[in-house]
């Protein structure tokens, strides 16, 4: 009980308006209403007993790394009071990772949901169940990078950790790893632009051979025809006139008629086809060699991969590995739990709390609408 509430209750004193004392405890009130709330909500617990005080959670979840995530905004999730009870319970003697014989690795992320009309940034931890090596680099891709970009673990400060070093409570197997990330709130306001946004897309780097690679069923090919400079140029003039620039177009080696594409390059930017027809052929021929001598390469090294984890032994059991999604146990994550993780890591072999059922469709006698039949739709597919 605070110390003035104390003191009038012994004296029986009351303070008039007006004085300053009451404009003192007045001015504080209205200090203390405007404080702007946090832009992530924090969870209202329904109870059968009123209480100010929210029920506190496990805090162990938050050793572990959320990769992918801005560090300010890991910051403010870990700041909140989710519920990962269960995956303490798991980690525990009794659980299935705790008293696990396999190795288990940990790794965390977040997803973008939304409540109403509220925008919630929830966290996940991912555990890996199976005798695989750790991950030693990061792997960094996204949809405006070109280029996939693999970093070794040191140079993004980031490490495995055994879970019985970390102060937590201990498992009895002592093979749980956790990814932790070495970057101090202090030097993070030191780093660039470029720096920060690649940790938005950084995830551990794995091979796994079950997964299907979808890069190499790519057939549609980036072209570049760079028009030659015709003699009724100026004189003088080093700027290509407009329609001379060079020329970016995509063709499908798979399913696009070549003679089609010529036409339409050649008409869309008003090119003489007695001058440009032979150059945007030989252009077309030229980027869809460079693309298959790719597939070509990567689908070789992807077998030399496979073949390498053979030799090794070790191929069977990176196949057998089980991974599970962890979710809060929060009402924010009810409606949609979905077992992608990541482009590296694939489908989650369970998630827990499991995802909702769908919801049933209702076969009907009568006929529907157009409106009715919109709003029959099933929950999204995890």
Request: net charge negative; aromatic share 6%.
């Amino acid at each position: 009980m605070p110390q003035g509430r104390k003191r009038r209750a012994s004296s029986g004193a009351k303070v008039a308006a007006g004085t300053p004392d009451s404009k003192k405890r007045r001015a504080s009130a209205v200090v203390k209403k405007s404080v702007a709330p946090s832009p992530f909500p924090r969870k209202r617990r329904e109870s059968t007993i009123v209480s100010s005080i929210e029920e506190s959670h496990w805090k162990g979840w938050k050793i572990v790394s959320l990769v992918g995530t801005e560090f300010d905004v890991a910051r403010e999730v870990q700041g909140q009071n989710w519920d990962f009870d269960h995956l303490e319970q798991a980690l525990s003697e009794d659980g299935d990772l705790g008293g696990s014989n396999k190795q288990v690795i940990l790794f965390g992320s977040t997803e973008a949901q939304s409540l109403g009309t509220d925008i919630h940034i929830v966290p996940y931890i991912v555990a890996v169940v199976g005798d695989i090596d750790l991950p030693t680099s990061v792997g960094v891709k996204s949809v405006q990078r070109e280029e996939e970009e693999i970093i070794p673990l040191e140079k993004m400060r980031m490490r495995w950790e055994n879970w019985n070093e970390s102060g937590e409570d201990r498992c009895e197997n002592p093979s749980v790893f956790y990814l932790k990330c070495l970057v101090r709130v202090a030097s993070q306001s030191t780093y660039k632009e470029d720096e920060l946004v690649k940790w938005q897309y950084v995830h551990p780097h794995v091979f796994l051979p079950q997964l299907k690679d979808e890069s190499l069923s790519i057939t549609n090919t980036a072209v570049t025809y760079d028009p030659p400079q015709e003699a009724s140029d100026k004189a003088g003039s080093d700027e290509k006139p407009a329609q001379q620039r060079a020329i970016s177009f995509t063709f499908d080696f798979k399913d696009d008629d070549k003679d089609d594409i010529v036409e339409e390059v050649l008409e869309d930017h008003g090119l003489d086809a007695a001058v440009h027809k032979a150059g945007v052929e030989a252009a077309i021929d030229k980027a869809v060699e460079s693309h298959k001598s790719t597939l070509r390469r990567l689908r070789a090294e992807r077998q030399e991969k496979i073949e390498a984890l053979k030799a090794a032994g070790k191929l069977e059991e990176i196949q057998n590995i089980k991974i599970i999604k962890f979710y809060p146990q929060d009402k924010i994550t009810e409606a949609w739990r979905a077992k992608q993780v990541n482009r590296y890591w694939g489908h989650a072999t369970e998630v827990r709390p499991p995802p909702p059922p769908p919801a049933p469709i209702v076969f009907t006698d009568a006929p529907a609408d157009a409106a009715t039949l919109a709003n029959a739709t099933a929950a999204p597919a995890s």
